[in-house]
């Protein structure tokens, strides 16, 4: 009988094979896949299927989430200053709304860095709003020590910048998982 070796590594002995291709495969080489192991080279393989999108597809999620989100975020500066708990239920709900746009535009089509870019998106779509508010809110802070105001009227400046955080901090998440088709249960 003669020993297998790997063949990635041919110094290395080995009994197991891939379920796909059944060349010997190590134990550094194996990927575990809901089938059984495969070597890298078949998990590549078997990845490029999923990778449907096109080149076109990266501009369309970028500048769809970028302008969708920065639409939402000056919405949670008008809603926070009348409502402010309402941006914690909006914003889950304003992530979802902009991936489904964004999915639809992009006709389902799928790629790992499409999901990223998208994600990316979402947070460069509320930058411009963080920045204005972070400066104003600087600003005020600023101008009221100067004029002998107190620490907690300066704090009252950065609120809006606050609800911007928070919606990017729940919003992102959100989108991400609705565009890529992550599911999180129990």
């Known amino acids: 009988?003669?020993?297998?070796?790997?063949?990635?590594?041919?110094?290395?002995?080995?009994?197991?094979r891939c379920n796909n291709c059944e060349r010997p495969i190590c134990v550094s080489c194996a990927v575990r896949t809901p089938t059984g192991y495969r070597c890298n080279e078949c998990v590549r393989g078997q990845q490029r299927v999923f990778e449907t999108a096109l080149w076109s597809d990266y501009v369309i999620v970028f500048f769809t989430g970028a302008i969708l989100s920065g639409i939402a975020s000056l919405l949670v500066v008008a809603v926070t200053s009348f409502i402010w708990f309402l941006a914690i239920p909006l914003a889950p709900l304003a992530g979802v709304t902009i991936a489904n746009i964004a999915r639809r535009f992009v006709k389902g089509r799928r790629s790992r860095w499409l999901n990223l870019l998208f994600g990316a998106s979402i947070i460069m779509g509320a930058l411009p709003t963080i920045l204005v508010?972070?400066?104003?809110?600087?600003?005020?802070?600023f101008a009221s020590a100067q004029s002998g105001g107190n620490f907690l009227s300066n704090m009252f400046a950065l609120g809006p910048l606050l609800w911007q955080i928070v919606y990017l901090a729940m919003a992102t998440p959100a989108a991400y998982s609705q565009?890529?088709?992550l599911f999180f249960r129990r």
């Open 1 to 16: 009988m003669t020993e297998l070796t790997c063949y990635n590594h041919p110094t290395r002995p080995t009994l197991l």
């Open 133 to 141: 508010l972070g400066v104003g809110g600087g600003f005020i802070m």
């Open 179 to 181: 565009f890529s088709g």
